[in-house]
């Protein structure tokens, strides 16, 4: 096991043999923002046998290579049981729906997330205000949408 995995293991036991979502970060030296780059999700494998396989290092890698110094951010999201255990299982239909949304909201915060899968529609829909759109370019009506979802 890896010193990464050893310390998720001395935050949450159990964490890393756990299914769910991850979302990998990256906060730029001197900022206090951490800005999304990929969003995955485990499906036959845990986080400790998915999260740093040799495909999403290949984001981590290009991400990070957009900052001259950066400091790297592993979120992870388990499913829970239940009884408030962590989930073992296979994947089912809430962690897909969890990863589809991460993906929106990801996009929402950095339109050059590196997902492409469930991205298409995000990237294409137009709704003023909301997707794809300039902010500071809204009506009265679409104001008040906005604050109906507490946007």
């Known amino acids: 096991m890896s010193e990464f995995w050893k310390r998720v293991e001395d935050r949450e036991e159990g964490l890393s043999d756990a299914r769910g979502c991850y979302v990998f970060g990256i906060r730029a030296s001197g900022g206090d923002r951490i800005t ?14 998915e999260c740093l396989n040799p495909h999403q290092r290949n984001h981590y ?22 009884k408030g255990g962590f989930y ?4 089912g239909k809430s962690i897909g729906f969890l990863e589809r949304f991460l993906i929106g909201l990801g996009l929402r915060a950095n339109p050059e997330l590196c997902n492409k899968g469930d991205t298409r529609l995000y990237r294409e829909v137009v709704m003023p205000g909301f997707l794809n759109s300039p902010r500071g370019q809204q009506g009265k009506a679409t104001q008040s949408l906005l604050r109906t979802f507490d946007v």
């Open 61 to 82: 890698t290009y991400a990070l290579g957009r900052y001259s110094k950066a400091t790297a951010f592993m979120y992870l999201v388990p499913q829970m049981t239940n």
């Open 36 to 49: 999304p780059w990929y969003v995955g999700r485990t499906n036959r494998q845990t986080f400790c046998h």
């Open 88 to 91: 073992h299982g296979r994947s």
